[in-house]
Structures are given as C-alpha cells and as structure tokens.
C-alpha cells in the first residue's frame, strides 16, 4: 500500500510540474482558439453557404443577398425589399396553396424563443433569424420562404411598408452627420455607392416605388447567384443538408423581362457639397479608401491610417495617443471621429467632424495640418506601432463579432467567392509598414478629396480655405 506521504509528495511535485507548464499551455489554446472563428464554405443546390460552429446552444442564420442601395433598380427598392421581409408567404401550388401570415410567422418564432431581423446596407440585403441551435431546420425554411414565396400584396405595402418608408425618410431630416455622410458617398461616387442609405424626403417614391415592381426585382435580387446564406453555431454538414432542401426553389437567374442587376464597377470622382441647415453642424472631408478584404483592392494600411488620425479615445479619461484627438484639444465643442467605410471594390477615408460651427471650422483646419504632417513625415515609429495595434483589435473584433461577420462573409462569398477570415486580416494589418502609412496619407493629399459641409454654411469653410484639392 502507498503511504500518505508519498501520496503527498507525489502530488506536490505534479502541481509544481503542472504550474511550470501552464503559460505555454494557455499561449497554445489561445492560438489554437484563433482558428474557430475561420468560416467554412461550401455550395448546396446551386447556394454558395458558410458556416463557423462556434460551440455554444444558440445559432445566428442570414441571407445576406447584394441588393442594398447601390443596386437597387430604382429608388426605395432596397427599402422595400426590407420592410416586407416576414409578410405573407405563399406555400403550395395551386389548389393546395396556404398562406404562412406575418402574425404565423411571428407567433412560431416566439414559441422556439427566436429573433428576426431585416436591414440593408449600401451593397447589402441582410434578413437574419437568432434561435436554438436544435431548431436550425425550422428557421433555415422560413428564410428560404421568405426571398422565394413572399407575396407582395397591395394592402401591405400601402398600410405597412410605405409608411414606415415615410417615417425613416422624415428621422433623417435634423440628422445633420447622416445627411453629410449620404451627401459625402454621393459627391465621391455619384450613383452606386453614391445612392443615400434611405431615399430622402423629397424624393417622389410613389412614382418609383409599388408592389408589382418589387416583385419583379426581388427575383434579381433573390437569384441564387445573387445572395449567400451565412451560419455561426452550426455544422457544415447540417447547414448544407437544409440549405439544398429549403433553398431549392430560388431562381437560378433573374427572368429575362426583369432588369439584372447593375454590376458596373464603383469610380470615385471627389468633389465638394454644401447644405444649409439649422439643426447643427457636421462636416465630413473624404478621401479614396481600401475595399474591403474580400476585395481585389485592398489595402490594409488605410485602415492604419484612419486610426492613427482617430479623434476618440480608447481609454476611459485619456485623449488617447491618436493624432487628431491631441491636435483638436484647444476645440473642445468639435467632436471628430476617422472611420473607414469599406465595400467590395472601392472604400472611402471618412474624417466627420460635428458641434458648433466656430469650432468644426477650426478644428477641420487642423485635420489637414495633421494630415500633411503624417504625409511628410513627421509622426514617431510608436504612434504607428499603436495605430497598427488599433486597427488589428478593431479589425478581428469586427469579424469576431456575430452580425458584422455574417455581413462580411456574406457580402464576400456573393461578390468574390471568398469568406471574411480574420485571422488572414490580422496577419495583413501587422504586416503594414511606417512607409506605407506615409505614402497613403501623401496619396490622399495629391488626389482629389470630397468634402460635404451641413449646417451654417456661412461659417463653415470651403475646401480650397482648407487646402484639400477637388
């Protein structure tokens, strides 16, 4: 028999070796746990789908189909495709057709304890159900009824759809920062990418917009080569078994009497757009950015860039180290935010800039100083080793998180066949030198910038008084 005392002393020396050993171990499950978050991509009855099983009880499902506002064949359209996501389905053929009512619809995915959504994007259509992952089967069919067997029915789209259309358009209107934004993608890219997010008040939507041209468009835009269906918590082989059954019915193409969607490659033209306005003061100067990673012109040091310019910080009572959140600290009534919007062939650099117009004008002044001054050079080696640490957080939180990398991965599969992987952008973030960095600041400042001024336009300046070409 094992005396007690050796038992002890066995067991000390194996807690010893244990904690020796724990650092390493937990570099290699910290490695190893980077690679779940890939997604995994396949082709089930003509569908292109991707899947990353993350361990866990629930599961997020979405069909994320290119038909936001830069394709849309007509104004409202990518709206309207929205609103009526989860209205009427029409199951059967003739003369066993049944109806699955918005208010079916509703009463079944709270009895599973689900969640449903609809949003659209500037290039994206996005109608995504949250559920238990054993009821997989049950949600896959419904979306897959939902961009096949909608019925657009004139009572919902006057009672429901176009109202709540009206309602979004008059949001917008003392939204200063989201008109100069529309206004800014608008100057930079006329149509496409140019086309606002939400059809704007004045915009005569009756006479674009009704229940049989969206029918007919949602066969272009619900095309199986048009859309992809994206899973996180759930296996490959189940999410390719129900895609093939439930999404066997969308067309393979757009009819031949329905206009096909507008693939026409985005160009940025630059240019400036003042709007007068008494409910604030936003000023956005843009600049060409990078597409996104699925993209044939990406370039990962934009993202660098924007956040070494920053303007808000990441620690809670700090400036933060960013460029423009130290050069604008004599403007404490401007609030300025560098983000960086990218899309599947082009980006744009976007440096917005809201509060009283004295100091929006003078601190929009000091965004161009600081921008000339990374361009010539002048910034140290550990700001850009900060921002380089910056941009790679944000980037693989991005993907990370659930919603956006559905979107993601999506908007890729449809546009270039290829999955958003974040670990493939967090090696191309770290790979980015100081030069790169400086070279694209130089770029932006030699290329045409936008600039969009909303508010007191009789304070706000121009952007030749700034120094930015357009």
């Given at each position: 028999?094992?005396?007690?005392?050796?038992?002890?002393?066995?067991?000390?020396?194996?807690?010893?070796?244990?904690c020796h050993?724990?650092?390493?171990?937990?570099?290699?499950?910290?490695?190893?746990?980077?690679?779940?978050?890939?997604?995994?991509t396949?082709?089930?009855?003509?569908?292109?789908?991707?899947?990353r099983?993350?361990s866990?009880?629930?599961?997020?499902?979405?069909?994320?189909?290119?038909?936001?506002?830069?394709?849309?064949?007509?104004?409202?359209?990518?709206?309207?495709?929205?609103?009526?996501?989860?209205?009427?389905?029409?199951?059967?053929?003739?003369?066993?057709?049944?109806?699955?009512?918005?208010?079916?619809?509703?009463?079944e995915?709270?009895?599973?304890?689900?969640?449903?959504?609809?949003?659209?994007?500037?290039?994206?259509?996005?109608?995504?159900?949250?559920?238990?992952?054993?009821d997989?089967?049950?949600?896959?069919?419904?979306?897959?009824?939902?961009?096949?067997k909608?019925?657009?029915?004139?009572?919902?789209?006057?009672?429901?759809?176009?109202?709540?259309?009206?309602?979004?358009?008059?949001?917008?209107?003392?939204d200063v920062?989201?008109?100069?934004?529309n206004?800014?993608?608008g100057?930079?890219?006329?149509?496409?990418?140019?086309?606002?997010l939400?059809?704007?008040?004045s915009?005569p939507?009756?006479?674009?917009l009704?229940?049989?041209?969206?029918?007919?468009?949602?066969?272009?835009?619900?095309?199986?080569?048009?859309?992809?269906?994206?899973?996180n918590?759930?296996?490959?082989?189940?999410?390719?078994?129900?895609?093939?059954?439930?999404?066997?019915?969308s067309?393979s193409?757009?009819?031949?009497?329905v206009?096909?969607?507008?693939?026409?490659?985005?160009?940025?033209?630059?240019?400036?757009?003042?709007?007068?306005?008494?409910?604030?003061?936003?000023?956005?100067?843009?600049?060409?950015?990078?597409?996104s990673?699925?993209?044939?012109?990406?370039?990962?040091?934009?993202?660098?860039?924007?956040a070494?310019?920053?303007?808000?910080?990441?620690?809670?009572?700090?400036?933060?180290?960013?460029?423009?959140?130290?050069?604008?600290?004599?403007?404490?009534?401007?609030?300025?935010?560098?983000?960086?919007?990218?899309?599947?062939?082009?980006?744009?650099?976007?440096?917005?800039?809201?509060?009283?117009a004295?100091?929006?004008?003078?601190?929009?002044?000091?965004?161009?100083?600081?921008?000339?001054?990374?361009a010539?050079?002048?910034?140290?080696?550990?700001?850009?080793k900060?921002?380089?640490?910056?941009?790679?957080?944000?980037?693989?939180?991005?993907?990370?998180?659930?919603?956006?990398g559905?979107?993601?991965?999506?908007?890729?599969?449809?546009?270039?066949?290829?999955?958003?992987?974040?670990?493939?952008?967090?090696?191309?973030?770290?790979?980015?030198?100081?030069?790169?960095?400086?070279?694209?600041?130089?770029?932006?400042?030699?290329?045409?910038?936008?600039?969009?001024?909303?508010?007191?336009?009789?304070?706000?300046?121009?952007?030749?008084?700034?120094?930015?070409?357009?």
């Amino acid at each position: 028999m094992i005396s007690r005392s050796s038992l002890g002393r066995n067991a000390q020396l194996a807690l010893r070796r244990q904690c020796h050993a724990q650092p390493s171990n937990r570099r290699g499950l910290a490695a190893a746990s980077s690679g779940t978050f890939s997604y995994q991509t396949g082709d089930a009855a003509g569908v292109k789908f991707a899947t990353r099983d993350l361990s866990g009880p629930t599961t997020t499902l979405a069909v994320v189909a290119k038909a936001g506002t830069r394709y849309q064949a007509l104004p409202g359209f990518a709206d309207g495709l929205e609103k009526f996501a989860f209205k009427v389905v029409i199951l059967g053929a003739p003369p066993a057709t049944k109806k699955r009512s918005a208010l079916r619809i509703t009463r079944e995915s709270e009895l599973l304890g689900g969640q449903l959504s609809a949003y659209h994007s500037r290039e994206n259509l996005v109608i995504g159900a949250k559920f238990m992952r054993d009821d997989l089967p049950y949600f896959t069919e419904l979306l897959g009824e939902v961009i096949s067997k909608t019925k657009y029915t004139r009572h919902e789209f006057e009672e429901e759809v176009l109202r709540v259309v009206k309602l979004s358009q008059r949001s917008l209107l003392a939204d200063v920062t989201a008109l100069a934004v529309n206004s800014a993608h608008g100057v930079a890219f006329h149509r496409g990418l140019g086309t606002a997010l939400h059809p704007s008040s004045s915009t005569p939507l009756t006479k674009y917009l009704n229940e049989e041209r969206l029918q007919a468009y949602s066969q272009a835009a619900y095309a199986k080569p048009n859309f992809a269906v994206v899973a996180n918590g759930a296996s490959h082989e189940e999410l390719s078994k129900w895609v093939g059954e439930f999404f066997a019915d969308s067309p393979s193409s757009a009819p031949s009497n329905v206009p096909a969607i507008d693939n026409t490659p985005s160009k940025y033209y630059g240019g400036e757009e003042r709007i007068a306005h008494d409910s604030g003061n936003a000023m956005i100067l843009a600049f060409p950015g990078s597409s996104s990673f699925t993209g044939k012109s990406y370039k990962p040091e934009i993202s660098v860039l924007a956040a070494l310019l920053g303007g808000e910080s990441t620690i809670k009572w700090s400036p933060g180290f960013s460029l423009l959140s130290r050069a604008t600290e004599a403007h404490p009534h401007a609030h300025i935010v560098t983000s960086h919007a990218a899309y599947s062939d082009a980006g744009l650099l976007c440096i917005s800039i809201t509060g009283s117009a004295g100091h929006v004008r003078e601190a929009s002044k000091d965004v161009v100083k600081t921008l000339k001054s990374i361009a010539a050079g002048e910034v140290s080696k550990e700001d850009i080793k900060k921002a380089i640490a910056t941009a790679r957080f944000k980037a693989l939180e991005s993907g990370q998180n659930i919603d956006a990398g559905l979107e993601l991965t999506g908007a890729g599969l449809v546009q270039n066949g290829k999955a958003y992987q974040i670990d493939e952008v967090g090696k191309g973030l770290e790979n980015v030198t100081e030069d790169q960095v400086k070279k694209a600041a130089k770029g932006l400042l030699d290329g045409k910038a936008t600039v969009s001024a909303v508010g007191d336009l009789y304070a706000l300046p121009f952007a030749e008084e700034l120094g930015l070409n357009v």
